[in-house]
Structure formats: C-alpha cells, structure tokens
C-alpha cells in the first residue's frame, strides 16, 4: 500500500528485455535503497515493484509481460526518470490517499495551462474508467496523489502547485504523454458492493 506522496524522482540506469519481460535498473541514492530489504514493494512511476539487488545507488525490479504491455513502464528507456515510493509502513503519515500501486489504465495529457504559479493539466482518460473519477475525489497519476478539479466526460483536470511540478516528473510532462493512472480504490469497492460493477 502506498499513499501517492513522492519520495524521490529516480533514473533508469539500464533496461534489459528477454523475451516478453523485461529488467530495469533504477538510480536513487538520495532514497537510500539499501536501508529496505530484498523484496519490498516500491511504487515506480505509480506501478507497485517488487525491489532486488538493492545497494546504496539504486535497486533492480523484474517486469512482467502485463506490466510492460498495460503501463508506461514499457517505454523507460537508460535516462528516463520515474518518480518512486516505498510501501506505506504501519503508523506512516498518510498524506495522500490510500494506492495500491495497481495501475488501472493510462491518462493522456491533451493540455497543459498556467495559472499563475500553478499548472492545469487536462487528461483523457478510457471510457470504462472515467465512471470512476469524481470531481474533488482523487486519482494517481505516475504515482503522484492529485485531487480532480472538474470532470467533462472522459476529461478531467487536475492543479499542480509549484512543489508538486519540482519534486515529480510530472512537471516535464508534454501534451501527448500517456501516464499511469490508477483510480480511487473506494470508487471500485463502492460499484462491487452496490452491484453496478460490469465485469
């Protein structure tokens, strides 16, 4: 579990495909890998990893098939960045919300404005998930806790104050971009528990 307040922005340091899975390695010293054990669950780019061969520079993460084919995981490169996050321990803070690191599906940045320090970025999103964004409910995107400003159909917009758009990659983000999304999880267990659920 994990809460959506970024900790560190790390770097792939290398990415290493065989077949249909891949390996990626990631930089972070300033998150001190090697105080966590082998097999933690960290959050990267959103997508809940399980950490290996950590040292002081950074940690390694296998990626599955699904993994590679349903997030933006897929497409790191050696020098892609990707915000990060280990697992919430019990009497954390919770700053954010509550995220479980399972990526629902992908966002598309389609505008980006400022407002006077702040950015307001637009996202469309597919249309079997946008029943499960609300306005001033919260949605994560590559990892980052944001409440929703306004819902349009399957838009929807989120305010990035400045510290948000330093701490995180999502202020290098340009229209186009795909990022992970993953909806609130109370969302899904309300449609569940009232029957509503399609699937």
């Known amino acids: 579990m994990f809460t959506g307040i970024v900790k ?12 249909q899975q891949a390996r990626a390695r990631i ?6 890998p090697n105080q966590f ?15 290996l061969d950590l040292d002081a520079e950074g940690f390694s993460a296998d990626l599955s098939p699904e993994t590679l084919a349903r997030t933006s995981l897929g497409k790191l ?15 954390d803070s919770l700053g954010g919300h509550l995220v479980t690191g399972h990526v629902d599906g992908l966002a ?3 505008a980006r404005d400022p407002v006077d320090d702040n950015t307001v970025m637009t996202f469309t999103v597919p ?3 946008s029943r499960y964004i609300a306005a001033k409910g919260s949605v994560t995107l590559d990892g980052v806790s944001l409440t ?17 758009l330093k ?17 609130d999880l109370i969302a899904r267990y309300l449609e569940r528990m009232l029957g509503h659920d399609k699937h």
């Open 37 to 51: 054990s082998e097999g933690d669950s960290i959050a990267v780019a959103g997508c809940c990893l399980t950490a």
């Open 148 to 164: 929703v400003n306004s819902v349009t159909g399957h838009r929807f917009t989120v305010n990035l104050v400045p510290h948000t």
């Open 108 to 110: 598309e940045l389609i």
């Open 8 to 19: 560190a922005v790390g770097t792939v340091a290398a990415m290493d495909h065989a077949g």
């Open 27 to 32: 930089t972070c010293p300033e998150l001190s």
């Open 167 to 183: 701490v995180t990659t999502l202020g290098t983000l340009e229209i186009g971009d795909r990022v992970n999304l993953e909806v």
């Open 127 to 129: 249309e079997a998930l």
């Open 77 to 91: 490169a050696e020098g892609s960045r990707v915000n990060l996050e280990p697992a919430l321990a019990l009497g």
